[in-house]
């Protein structure tokens, strides 16, 4: 109840004491003087006076008592409506504060999504020059003949498909196919073949180049936060050259990446643009076959 309300209840319930303390005076007032009466000790006369001051005041007392009944139920009444707005106001302030804490948890939940991928970028593209400073220290030849990075990658595919692929020594990959090694036409050979390669001192660069590969494409996988995972594989993707990949499905078939970098690779697509005319005829079907039967 508001104190404006406090003021009327008290106002009334004066007003309605005043006029019965009068409404009882002006009976009382009109019996003594009417009927010019004075105190009597005889019982029948006060038991007149008791029937008329009963008889008259008693219907107006409840006329007054009726009147405070319908105050009071008015009231009430407004209290009531007071109450209600009250509690309109308060759901509304309440929806009003949940609204805003809901904002605030979407704005928080934002900022921890941008950050989070601030954060994966800078660690994608810190890898992403790290796996370049890698295959600049590629290297193949000796020192009247040396090559480094990208030309290193095509001569030592090279030299693994002319010596470890196709049979005898000082072979070149563009011999006829019966040079090829029946062996090799299976993925068991390729895997023997690639095992001697790798290990003949090409393991040495080639291993630093193929592990930061892999955490590249681990990192893409892992980040729940990445939406697009696959847009920075196709970033990751565009960085290799035609001997790269090739390099990159002999390596995923072998015993040296089946296992975790082969799965990726595959995810990812990373061999989609690979060059079929660079692999021997012999190797096409375990190609096709690892890249899911396409035709290319």
Known sequence: MSKFDSKRVTKSVLLIAAIGSLLALTVLSFYFLWFQGELS????????????????LNPLFSFLALIALLL??????????????????????????????????????SQDKN??????????????KHLEACRKEVSHGSKDRLVLGRHAMEKKYDHFVSFYLMQGSGRSSQLPD??????????????????????????????????VLYHVIKLVDETAQIENKVFYANLLRAQLSRFELCLI??????????????????????????????IKKENHHILEEFMGGSSF
């Not at 950050?115 to 992403?128: G, K, M, V, W, Y």
């Not at 062996?183 to 592990?211: M, P, V, W």
Request: glycine letters at 6%; charged letters at 25%.
């Open 72 to 109: 009071t139920i008015v009231l009430q009444t407004r209290q009531l409506e007071m109450s209600s707005e009250e509690l309109a106001l308060s759901r509304q302030e309440l929806a009003l504060t949940r609204n805003e804490v809901s904002r605030s948890a979407d704005a928080l939940t």
């Open 41 to 56: 000790d005889k019982q029948d006369v006060w038991g007149s006076f008791g029937d008329f001051v009963g008889g008259t």
């Open 115 to 128: 950050l989070a991928l601030q954060r994966f970028e800078n660690t994608f593209f810190n890898l992403l």
């Open 178 to 211: 019966f040079s090829f090694k029946p062996s090799c036409h299976e993925i068991g050979g390729i895997k023997q073949e690639y095992k001697k390669f790798y290990e003949s001192q090409n393991g040495d660069d080639l291993g630093q180049y193929f592990r």
């Open 249 to 278: 499905f002999y390596n995923s078939v072998s015993q040296f990446g089946e296992e975790k970098m082969a799965p990726l690779v595959k995810k990812y697509n990373i061999l989609k643009h690979i060059e079929k005319s660079k």
